[in-house]
């Protein structure tokens, strides 16, 4: 994994974290995170945010994730 993607992967759990007390917010970061991370590294944030974020935001994840998984 390059550094930059490393980078940009931690800067998305980061930033996901800190908007995590608004819905709309939070949904507008992931969208935005998936689209700058490689496949492995979007895969890799789909389980974070499931393990981390599930009960408050699951549809929003499923809804995020759903062209990733195919």
Known sequence: ??????TMFEYSKE???KVSFDRELFRK???KAIKWL???EKKLL?????ATFQDKYGSIIS???R???R
């Open 1 to 6: 994994m390059h550094l930059k993607h490393a």
């Open 67 to 69: 062209q990733v998984i």
């Open 38 to 40: 490689t496949a492995d």
């Open 46 to 50: 789909m389980i974070w945010c499931l």
């Open 15 to 17: 930033i996901l974290t």
């Open 29 to 31: 970061e992931l969208f």
């Open 63 to 65: 809804q995020a994730f």
